[in-house]
């Protein structure tokens, strides 16, 4: 089912934890909300949850408001960051209990809470507890236990953040391909950009309690809406820029050749890895002359920053294929795009 939220704000004190925030998470989508620490994430989540009321706004699942609806009856599956397993039960209980709770008969619990353990590849640890299993089993636990019950929506805070990088990578792809076999529309919430970038259908990215823009990763990546968004997911060059009386859009003393636009471009992004470096004028829209100011070798790619003489102290990166040949710090160089690289950010 479809989630609907409108207009959902939320004040702690004189905190906007939320302001006047809408989206809407589609049936069967795996939705991220990603953003920095304290834009909202959590708040929305409990929101959704019931766990949390808000303000004011509307949320919808399919056809029912869910404002009319007690959070223990909205039979939602919920996983936070920490490990919330009950630390005297094995994981079979644990998984049980949600089961149990809901009146299910107990052989059918359990043959229930079987299968779950079998989709997170743990049926051979059930009699476990979890001080017995590492970090990364007990999560795929907690998430047996909260799809055992088969919820209406799969709600997720950080779920990975506290498990090192190697646990963390293997659970990405496993938690993503259980949530597409069993089709359940799902969020987690996130302030990792790669987790969200590989995991999401969806990603909607959060700034001080607003949404400030929703997509696909591509879409977020390729036509990020403003600077905070192009910075948040990759890195990109911010250029300002100033119209000139004649018309020209002008980076320092240079004029750019830069995309069709409506509207006066104040700033113009460039993804590091769309730029090129070379000794001579290149056959790019724009090929600036500069300063290779540092240069460091990173192996499978390497990353020039250069100072054009135009704008000096706007420095561009590029970021170049490591088989390619590097400048010097110091050598005058060229540096290279072309308009249709160029993003239009917003402020
Ligand atoms: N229970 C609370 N009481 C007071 N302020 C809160 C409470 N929960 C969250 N906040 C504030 O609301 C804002 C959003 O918090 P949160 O939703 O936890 O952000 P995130 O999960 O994105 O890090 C923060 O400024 C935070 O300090
Ligand atoms: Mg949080």
């Excluded at 590849?121 to 055992?148: E, N, T, W, Y």
């Excluded at 240069?295 to 590029?318: K, T």
Aim: glycine share 8%; net charge negative; hydrophobic share 40%.
């Amino acid at each position: 089912m479809s989630l609907e939220v409108r207009g959902v704000s939320k004040l702690y004190g004189s905190v906007k934890a939320l302001d006047n925030l809408s989206l809407t998470v589609p049936d069967g989508n795996f939705t991220c909300f990603l953003g920095p620490s304290g834009c909202g994430k959590t708040t929305l989540l409990r929101i959704i949850a019931g766990l949390e009321s808000a303000d004011s706004g509307q949320i919808t699942l399919g056809m029912n408001d869910l404002s009319q609806t007690q959070p223990s009856e909205r039979n939602f599956g919920v996983v936070f960051q920490s490990y919330s397993l009950f630390p005297n039960l094995s994981a079979l209980k644990n998984v049980m209990y949600g089961l149990e709770c809901r009146a299910w008969p107990k052989a059918k619990a359990k043959a229930r809470a079987m299968e779950m353990l079998d989709l997170v590849h743990l049926a051979d640890q059930a009699d476990k507890l979890p001080s017995q299993m590492s970090g990364g089993q007990q999560q795929r636990v907690a998430i047996a236990r909260a799809i055992a019950p088969q919820p209406s929506l799969l709600l997720l805070d950080e779920p990975l953040s506290a498990l090192d990088a190697k646990v963390r990578a293997e659970l990405r792809s496993e938690v993503r391909k259980i949530q597409q076999d069993i089709g359940i529309t799902t969020i987690m919430v996130t302030h990792d950009q790669s987790e969200a970038l590989e995991m999401a259908d969806q990603i909607v990215v959060l700034r001080g309690g607003q949404v400030e823009q929703v997509g696909t990763a591509r879409e977020l990546y390729h036509h990020p809406r403003t600077e905070f968004v192009a910075n948040f997911i990759g890195t990109i060059n911010s250029l300002a820029v100033e119209p000139n009386d004649k018309g020209s859009l002008m980076f320092g003393s240079a004029p750019l050749v830069v995309p069709d636009s409506q509207g006066s471009i104040r700033k113009l992004g460039v993804r590091p890895e769309a730029v090129t470096i070379s000794s001579s004028p290149a056959k790019t829209d724009n090929s600036l002359a500069g300063i290779a100011k540092t240069v460091r070798f990173l192996g499978n790619y390497n990353v020039v920053e250069v100072a054009p003489d135009c704008a000096p102290d706007q420095i561009i990166s590029a970021e170049l294929r490591g088989d390619l040949a590097l400048p010097s710090e110091g050598d005058a160089v060229y540096v290279n795009f072309n308009s249709e690289q160029l993003r239009e950010l917003q402020a």
